[in-house]
T-cell receptor, first 114, second 113 residues
Framework: AQSVTQLDSHVSVSEGTPVLLRCNYSSSYSPSLFWYVQHPNKGLQLLLKYTSAATLVKGINGFEAEFKKSETSFHLTKPSAHMSDAAEYFCVVSPFSNDYKLSFGAGTTVTVRA | DGGITQSPKYLFRKEGQNVTLSCEQNLNHDAMYWYRQDPGQGLRLIYYSQIVNDFQKGDIAEGYSVSREKKESFPLTVTSAQKNPTAFYLC????????????FGDGTRLSIL
């Protein structure tokens, strides 16, 4: 069984400052991990994915995430927040199984102050 | 462009009425999924299908039904048995392999009249 915990339900940052969204996971096997972003009334857009290659994963829009197996974490960061980064972010784990069922975190809402 | 199309974007249901949400993909993906999203909550899996003419219940299947007659299409029916249908519904698809990310449509927002 696998599960995902996003440690912050809300994160507020000033424009131009770093963003950190925290995610811990549990999985019986080596998982695939994803971060998605959702803007209001839209579907989820893939930001980046980890699939057992490099532990530091670069995604779109300047986001990156680091997979730390020892800490079972997959935190998302961005060096400088932009107003357009205001959205909800989901950390997602995919198990090593044949049904491709994902486990979603509860989401982190990011607000960006001007 | 390849992608997933959900329609309609907004849907209203009367008491005792069944409504059907459409989901079409042109990504040639085998697996398709329906999720329900409520305010402040993550996504909950309603149904999923890995191949044509086969589907499985997810975590909250009661009051919903699906069909998978074509690879490209996976419609969801919200039946009158679903007593609290107001939510945002998302359809997704993926290729084979757990390392493949799911691709999402833009959702349908269902409300009760």
């Amino acid at each position: 069984a696998q599960s995902v915990t996003q440690l912050d339900s809300h994160v507020s940052v000033s424009e131009g400052t770093p963003v950190l969204l925290r995610c811990n996971y549990s999985s019986s096997y080596s998982p695939s991990l994803f971060w998605y972003v959702q803007h209001p009334n839209k579907g989820l857009q893939l930001l980046l994915k980890y699939t057992s290659a490099a532990t530091l994963v670069k995604g779109i829009n300047g986001f990156e995430a680091e997979f730390k197996k020892s800490e079972t974490s997959f935190h998302l960061t961005k060096p400088s927040a932009h107003m357009s980064d205001a959205a909800e972010y989901f950390c997602v784990v995919s198990p090593f199984s044949n049904d491709y069922k994902l486990s979603f975190g509860a989401g982190t809402t990011v607000t960006v102050r001007a | 462009d390849g992608g997933i199309t959900q329609s309609p974007k907004y849907l209203f249901r009367k008491e005792g009425q069944n409504v059907t949400l459409s989901c079409e993909q042109n990504l040639n993906h085998d697996a398709m999924y329906w999720y329900r999203q409520d305010p402040g909550q993550g996504l909950r899996l309603i149904y999923y299908s890995q191949i044509v003419n086969d589907f499985q219940k997810g975590d909250i299947a009661e009051g919903y039904s699906v069909s998978r007659e074509k690879k490209e299409s996976f419609p969801l029916t919200v039946t009158s048995a679903q007593k609290n249908p107001t939510a945002f519904y998302l359809c997704a698809s993926t290729g084979r392999g757990g390392w493949q990310p799911q691709h999402f449509g833009d959702g349908t927002r269902l409300s009760i009249l």
